[in-house]
């Protein structure tokens, strides 16, 4: 089906991205460890990083892409293309404006988002100048996510996937060959996410004019369009980058221990692969798709896409988080264990992960739930739903905090993620947007057994291999692989004898 191969090819290209981005955090590791200058560094990375997500990933392309495609569907490529360009103007203008306030106010805005390091002024001083650096590429990638999505309602998918190579290929460029060029490793780093933003909004023009879909700048207009789509990217940002939210009040409350930004840092961009692949890659496929069924007046089409991207959501997550549980430690000591990374830091960081993997098929969830709302503009709904899991989220880090340090951040997160998709989902069934079909309801169970026996399967060959996964560096490579080439056989067989997915089933629908 069309949806299975369309989130193929954003999950292949964000896999390539990921396994880069891993590359990218063990070059950083070793350089910059876990200490203050590596806070600094993450803090000013996460926070153009939650706004690209919350404005122009999360709000923007929520509410972007339906309009647009709804558009093309109806009126076909000129008056859509002609809404894009309209689009860009306003976006251009209101987004320098808000990197040149930004820029102003960086000194005011670090004692709001890291009140932690008011007490290290030297930390302090890094974290206001990379944020400084970093904080224009926002303006980038919200023009990267407008011609991605021009790009996605096309069903042209294959660009905007492959975008985020550059930074990852940028940022390893700057620890490889200029991290001793400034006074640390974090100045070279933090001018690097500056020219990835700009190289990944060159990529992502040059792509749309090979499409044949080049977009002039006009004089910003608020056309009505324009105005409707101001309107829906409020709610759309906040339900959407609810994830981003949270561990940005996750990374606030982590200033106040040494270090658990960092070790936050590591342990999110681990979670972030599953998350990356399965749950951005079903979502991103799934809006343009549900939002041409709709209009069509295809809804049986529609809720069995929705179904579809559930059974593979899970299906790939439900592993996944089991695995992660099981093997947190060994998993961060082979990947980030060297230079300036220590044991301390693979012990608390591989705590963090386990607990970040409770949440994972939630996270993934969320992904494939909140477009059967935004496809039908229904901005509203899932706000509420957002606000209730932000609010679940503070509450349980303030429980947790004070007791398990940055380890209840984590836990709280993936909680309230809980909590997120189980009200997107009864939301959706109770309103008959989410009818869980046979396949779907036999196969969960069986999905479910099948990860749990894979995971004492883990458990008993992690406890085998502790002598070379506590040795030196290839010994530890090799057990690691060991470990997650036979879980996943394990998970495999048990899938099919169980009944929880059927190899031949999936090769037809990749194929289709």
Not at 40 to 55: E, G, K, S, T, Y
Not at 430 to 440: Q, S
Request: proline share 5%.
């Amino acid at each position: 089906m069309a949806l299975i191969r369309f989130a193929a090819t954003v999950g292949g290209y964000t896999m390539l991205s990921r396994v880069l981005g891993f590359l990218r955090d063990i070059l950083i590791a070793a350089a910059l460890g876990a200490g203050p200058v590596a806070d600094a560094f993450f803090l000013a990375f996460r926070i153009p990083n939650m706004f690209r997500r919350l404005v122009a990933e999360g709000a923007f392309a929520a509410a972007f892409v339906p309009m647009y495609s709804r558009r093309l569907e109806a009126d076909g490529p000129g008056p859509a293309r002609g809404f894009a360009e309209a689009v860009l103007a306003v976006l251009l203008g209101a987004l320098l404006a808000i990197t040149l306030v930004a820029e102003i106010t960086m000194p005011w805005l670090m004692r709001v988002v890291a009140p932690g390091f008011l007490g290290d002024p030297e930390k302090f001083d890094l974290a206001v100048l990379f944020t400084r650096i970093t904080f224009p590429y926002l303006l980038f990638m919200a023009l990267v996510a407008l011609f991605g999505g021009v790009l996605n309602a096309h069903l042209r998918f294959a660009a905007a996937a492959a975008a985020p190579l550059l930074l990852n290929l940028v940022l390893i460029a700057a620890v490889l060959g200029f991290a001793d060029a400034g006074p640390t490793p974090g100045h070279a780093l933090a001018w690097g996410v500056a020219l990835a933003g700009a190289g990944q909004f060159v990529w992502m023009a040059l792509a749309c004019r090979r499409a044949g879909i080049a977009l002039r700048l006009p004089r910003p207009r608020l056309t009505p369009e324009v105005k409707r789509l101001l309107r829906l990217m409020v709610p759309a940002g906040l339900t959407a980058g609810v994830y981003q939210i949270n561990l940005l009040v996750g990374t606030i409350v982590a200033t106040l221990e040494g270090s658990a930004v960092s070790y936050l840092y590591y342990a999110d961009r681990v979670s972030q692969l599953p998350l990356g692949v399965v749950g951005v890659a079903l979502g991103t496929a799934l809006l343009p798709l549900l939002s041409r069924a709709l209009q069509a007046g295809d809804r049986v089409l529609a809720i069995d896409q929705q179904c579809r991207a559930i059974e593979v959501g899970l299906l790939l997550t439900l592993p996944a988080a089991a695995a992660l549980i099981v093997i947190a430690e060994p998993v961060i000591a082979v990947l980030f264990e060297r230079g300036a990374f220590g044991a301390e830091a693979v012990a608390a960081t591989g705590a963090g992960l386990a607990a970040f993997a409770l949440g994972l098929p939630a996270y993934v969830l969320v992904k494939v739930l909140v477009p059967g709302f935004f496809a039908r503009q229904d901005m509203v709904t899932p706000l509420k739903v957002s606000l209730a899991a932000m609010a679940a989220n503070i509450a349980l880090i303030a429980a947790l905090f004070p007791a398990l340090g940055f380890v209840g951040i984590a836990l709280a997160t993936a909680a309230s993620s809980g909590l997120h998709a189980a009200l997107l989902w009864w939301w959706l069934a109770r309103r008959g947007l989410l009818v869980i079909d046979d396949r779907l309801r036999r196969r969960l169970p069986r999905m479910i057994l099948a990860s749990a026996v894979m995971a004492a399967g883990l458990w008993l060959a992690a406890r085998g291999l502790e002598r070379p996964l506590a040795g030196d560096l290839p010994g530890r490579i090799l057990a690691l692989a060991a470990l997650v080439a036979g879980g996943m056989a394990l998970f495999g067989l048990c899938a099919q004898v169980f009944g929880a997915a059927r190899l031949g089933e999936l090769r037809r629908m990749v194929g289709r």
